[in-house]
Every structure is written in C-alpha cells, then in structure tokens.
C-alpha cells in the first residue's frame, strides 16, 4: 500500500489549504485514516483522524474549529481541509492509516511521504 499526500504549499496566516492523501495498492476498508505533522525541531504530532465510516472523528486541540476531515471511500482518499491557519501550523504533514482505533502513531500501518505546509505571518 502507498499512500500518496499532495497539496502542500505557502500560504499567509488567515488562508486556507486543502491536503489529500490517495491510497494505492488496496481499497483501505476498515482503516482509520488521518494525518500528523512535524515541525521543524518538534516531534510528530497527531492532527485529525476518520473512521472508514466518516462518522467518527478525532483532532487535535490546537485545530480544532479550523481543521476537518473528510475521506471518499470510492477513491481511497481522505482529506484535510486547513482553515484560518496560523504561523504555527507549519509542519511536514504525513497521512497515515491504520486498522483499529485510534490513530495512534505507534499502531499506524503506513505512512505516507509528507507534504511541506508552510505559514507565513
């Protein structure tokens, strides 16, 4: 399975992104998907996650409100909808999957290739 992330870029503070992850290799049924991210000097930190369902999610305090998520099971994606971003949220973003929940990263089955967001003030 590789999991390919795209959509990254610069952005100012206040703007918006939208990050997608597409799966190949196998329909990624029963997987929770989601993203982390790491900045520069920080460890990997979870962002936000969906069940295969798209009835359950789960993020992080820090974007909540400005962040959601959102998969399309026929295209084996998921979706990360940035708004009112912030200098902060600069960060290689990474998508993962993994069976069960939660999306933990130490259970996380794969990655995939991070994708640079960057926010300027």
């Known amino acids: 399975v590789q999991l390919q992330a795209s959509g990254g870029g610069l952005v100012q503070a206040g703007g918006s992104l939208r990050l997608s992850c597409a799966a190949s290799?196998?329909?990624?049924?029963?997987?929770?998907m989601g993203w982390f991210r790491q900045a520069p000097g920080r460890e990997r930190e979870f962002v936000i996650s969906?069940?295969?369902?798209?009835?359950?999610?789960d993020s992080a305090d820090s974007v909540k409100g400005r962040f959601t998520i959102s998969r399309d099971n026929a295209k084996n994606t998921v979706y990360l909808q940035m708004n009112s971003l912030k200098p902060e949220d600069t960060a290689v973003y990474y998508c993962?999957?993994?069976?069960?929940?939660?999306?933990?990263?130490?259970?996380?089955?794969?990655w995939g290739k991070g994708t640079l967001v960057t926010v300027s003030s």
């Open positions: 993962a999957a993994r069976r069960g929940y939660p999306l933990d990263q130490y259970a996380v089955e794969y």
């Open positions: 290799g196998r329909t990624l049924s029963s997987y929770v």
């Open positions: 969906i069940t295969w369902s798209g009835f359950a999610t």
